[in-house]
């Protein structure tokens, strides 16, 4: 089982910034079995170009509920499934910081799409979620992009596609 991830972040590094949203898709190989997304409460101030790139605002989250409030949900939803994210490191390592904070932890088995793209699509001009989705014919609404559940599908589409050419003779 995999557990795809996106995570859009208020602004910084792992250590200082805070998720604002996430997207979980929980993928079987084959179809998503269960799928979880919320924004966030950071209790800071959302940067202005995370503003800018996301359209996620401090009044959007002013109401949603804080990562502590959701950390168990998800941790009990990625925990004992293959990680999977485009750039893993960056969303392991923002989710993984978070969840510290609470009292958990992540110790799990990743897998990196930009990688494993780079290895079955070589050659491309760019691995960039948008223009390797867009390279490759996956759609992504434009107002999907940047925003996690969004950019989450377009990973698990992406991952699908990837699995499948990984299990062809000829690679």
């Given at each position: 089982m995999y557990a795809i991830v996106d995570i859009e972040a208020s602004g910084g590094n792992h250590i200082n910034a805070?998720?604002?949203?996430?997207?979980?898709?929980?993928?079987?190989?084959k179809q998503i079995v269960q799928e979880f997304n919320s924004l966030i409460n950071p209790r800071v101030?959302?940067?202005?170009?995370?503003?800018?790139?996301?359209?996620?605002?401090?009044?959007m989250v002013e109401n949603?509920?804080?990562?502590?409030?959701?950390?168990?949900?998800?941790?009990?939803?990625v925990c004992d499934k293959i990680?999977?994210?485009h750039d893993?490191?960056?969303?392991?390592?923002?989710?993984?910081?978070?969840?510290?904070?609470?009292?958990?932890?992540?110790?799990?088995?990743?897998?990196?799409?930009?990688?494993?793209s780079r290895k079955i699509f070589p050659n491309q001009p760019s691995y960039s979620l948008g223009k390797?989705?867009?390279?490759?014919?996956i759609n992504?609404?434009?107002?999907?992009?940047?925003?996690?559940?969004?950019d989450a599908l377009a990973t698990t589409k992406l991952l699908e596609m990837l699995l499948q050419q990984q299990s062809t003779p000829h690679l």
């Open positions: 805070r998720i604002i949203e996430i997207a979980v898709y929980i993928y079987d190989g101030k959302i940067d202005w170009y995370v503003t800018k790139l996301t359209g996620i605002t401090n009044a949603a509920p804080t990562f502590n409030e959701i950390a168990h949900s998800i941790h009990s939803l990680f999977v994210a893993v490191n960056f969303d392991y390592k923002i989710l993984n910081t978070e969840l510290k904070r609470t009292g958990l932890i992540l110790r799990q088995e990743k897998l990196c799409t930009i990688e494993l390797l989705c867009e390279e490759l014919g992504i609404p434009a107002e999907d992009r940047h925003r996690a559940a969004g």
